[in-house]
């Protein structure tokens, strides 16, 4: 096709940015998941900080802690390398080292079983979130999540 044909196709129907989490695009995002996960962590934390001497338990709520901490993982790096430009970088410079951060703490929290770190990977997630939630557009709010770890989610504010 030659150049003067694109650029008149170009100039009639001008072409938009697309934004997706696979390579469709099909535009779909939510850091939702990594959410459920991180209190996912944080239950099997509790639950394994509460077991004494069950090796059958501990091994599960570990298997399943783990599991959770490589949903935080891939769904955080899903973002970060799929969704997230440069101009979100612009409007939030400490972007980069928050999901670094996060990352970190989602492995720290397979290393460990401490509570206070699970909690930090949840509250790191949040941030994202609601960062997140900005680039679309959106404001966020906390609303105290079902589950009980009795910590909250950072969901899109209704308009």
Avoid at 138 to 159: E, R
Wanted: hydrophobic share 40%.
């Amino acid at each position: 096709m030659n150049s003067l044909l694109v650029k008149t196709i170009d100039k009639i129907f001008p072409p938009k940015i697309v934004y997706a989490h696979c390579d469709i695009p099909c535009g779909i995002y939510d850091p939702y998941t990594a959410q459920v996960a991180a209190h996912t962590i944080i239950r099997m934390t509790t639950l394994l900080n509460d077991q004494k001497n069950d090796a059958h338990v501990i091994a599960r709520l570990t298997a399943v802690k783990e599991e959770h901490a490589e949903i935080v993982k891939h769904e955080i790096a899903v973002l970060w390398a799929d969704y997230f430009k440069p101009e979100h970088l612009k409007e939030t410079p400490d972007l980069h080292d928050l999901v670094f951060n996060t990352l970190q703490l989602a492995s720290k929290t397979k290393q460990n079983v401490d509570e206070a770190v699970a909690v930090e990977l949840l509250q790191s997630v949040q941030k994202i979130t609601a960062i997140f939630w900005m680039t679309k557009g959106m404001q966020s709010q906390t609303i105290k999540a079902p589950y009980p770890t009795n910590k909250d989610l950072v969901v899109p504010k209704p308009k």
